[in-house]
């Protein structure tokens, strides 16, 4: 696989650096099954989500779901069968193997709370834009009516 160059995308933009990061993330193969388990992305609303995993046949004590430096893992580990229930399958169609599956969220989302039920995984996001990541109107002084700014002033305030 070839590296991609983003140099003419960055000229124009401040705070990008993690851009390659992302997109080595994003092209990187899995060591596992790419499809297992399916999911679902939704957006509830303006600012919330919800990913949903079908795992059929886990218990809620065999998931777990982890938040660290912006990536969301989900992982499942079955437990094996207990000692002299040996079961027979004829066609065994629902696949109950471990499983991990990982997603990258914004610096500004956050993982509110998770619930199982019907086979289904259900992890709710939310983004919270910081006060100082909202857009705001910067004044422009004239040179007529530029102040001159204390720093120490402001800083003791």
């Given at each position: 696989m070839r590296a991609l160059d983003f140099?003419?995308?960055?000229r124009?933009?401040?705070?990008?650096?993690?851009l390659n990061r992302l997109v080595d993330?994003?092209?990187?193969?899995?060591g596992g099954d790419g499809?297992?388990?399916p999911?679902?992305?939704e957006k509830l609303g303006e600012d919330r989500y919800r990913v949903t995993l079908a795992v059929a046949g886990f218990k809620a004590d065999e998931l777990d779901i982890t938040v660290q430096d912006n990536l969301l893992t989900i992982a499942?580990?079955?437990q094996p069968e207990p000692e002299g229930e040996e079961r027979l399958f004829l066609h065994r169609g629902i696949a109950k193997r471990g499983f991990e599956r990982r997603f990258q969220i914004a610096d500004v989302v956050r993982v509110t709370g998770a619930s199982f039920s019907d086979g289904l995984l259900n992890v709710d996001?939310?983004?919270e834009i910081p006060?100082?990541?909202k857009p705001r109107k910067i004044a422009i002084n004239g040179a007529e009516t530029q102040d001159v700014v204390d720093i120490q002033k402001i800083a003791a305030e």
């Open positions: 140099t003419p995308l960055l124009s933009s401040i705070g990008f650096e993690n993330f994003a092209t990187r193969l899995d499809s297992y388990p999911y679902n992305i499942g580990r079955a996001l939310v983004r006060e100082h990541k």
